[in-house]
């Protein structure tokens, strides 16, 4: 199946549990959301199935992501655990697949599992793969192992708040989007007296301008809401055309404060 490149502005499906979930999935589709974004740990991919079912729009119109936990990086798990993700979402591929977080505390080397991600692209599981919290040293090490696969995506932390600037100019310097994941900061947007100067300015949400801000990045952004009003405003930001001037005065927002930063994980850069 051909499908669609990467819509820059998708849904998150972290917490969209039950019928609750599978109402906002789908408020989402109906909103306009053309990108889903799910996870094996996320526990939602049968949620993202029903909602698209329930949709009635053609496969080809929805990009599906999906992510590999670390329990499945093992000699021949990854496959197996991509093909139960397929059946749970109710779709013979995804069109993105990757590597959720590198194996915790480095205690598999990436060739465990990297040639098993590309063996599912080959195989038709996934249309593109990527990875997920990767670091500089990572990505590079990753992309050496592919020997010419390309990597979609590095999905990582990013927002106003917190830039990740270093590995996200690596990203973009090495051809690999990145993806914000906690693009508006879980709601601490909202309290910053820039963002919200900015936002009036454009009659805007202050949660629209760090999403256009990221957009306006070349990023892809993931933002998630289980309420409608919230969902449909997000969408918003595709309408908000930022300046020069308000761009630089949102990147000097930069706290550097990471907040999602297990014990297990990376070697930050």
């Known amino acids: 199946m051909q499908g669609m490149d990467m819509p820059p502005l998708g849904f998150g499906t972290y917490g969209r549990k039950g019928a609750e979930g599978i109402d906002a999935i789908g408020c989402a589709l109906e909103t306009g959301y053309r990108h889903l974004d799910t996870a094996q740990d996320y526990d939602t991919e049968a949620e993202v199935g029903e909602a698209m079912r329930r949709s009635g729009l053609p496969r080809g119109e929805v990009f599906v992501t999906t992510k590999v936990r670390p329990a499945n990086f093992g000699p021949g798990a990854l496959i197996p655990s991509l093909e139960r993700s397929c059946e749970a979402l109710g779709?013979?591929?995804?069109?993105?697949?990757?590597?959720?977080?590198?194996?915790?505390n480095g205690e598999r080397p990436l060739s465990d599992y990297i040639p098993q991600l590309a063996e599912a692209r080959e195989r038709g599981l996934a249309r593109n793969i990527g990875v997920s919290n990767f670091t500089i040293a990572l990505l590079d090490e990753a992309l050496e192992i592919l020997g010419g696969v390309p990597l979609l995506t590095n999905q990582v932390e990013l927002n106003p708040l917190f830039r990740n600037r270093k590995l996200a100019d690596h990203c973009t310097a090495r051809g690999v989007t990145v993806t914000c994941y906690q693009p508006i900061a879980h709601g601490r947007i909202g309290e910053d007296p820039v963002m919200r100067e900015i936002a009036e300015a454009h009659g805007a949400t202050p949660e629209q301008v760090a999403l256009a801000f990221e957009l306006s990045r070349g990023y892809a952004a993931i933002p998630t809401s289980g309420k409608a009003e919230r969902i449909k405003a997000n969408f918003g930001a595709l309408d908000i055309q930022l300046t020069e001037g308000e761009i630089d005065r949102i990147e000097g927002l930069d706290r550097g404060q990471r907040s999602i930063d297990p014990d297990w994980g990376p070697d930050w850069d």
Not at 91 to 104: F, K
């Open 91 to 104: 779709l013979e591929q995804v069109d993105l697949a990757l590597i959720h977080w590198p194996a915790p």
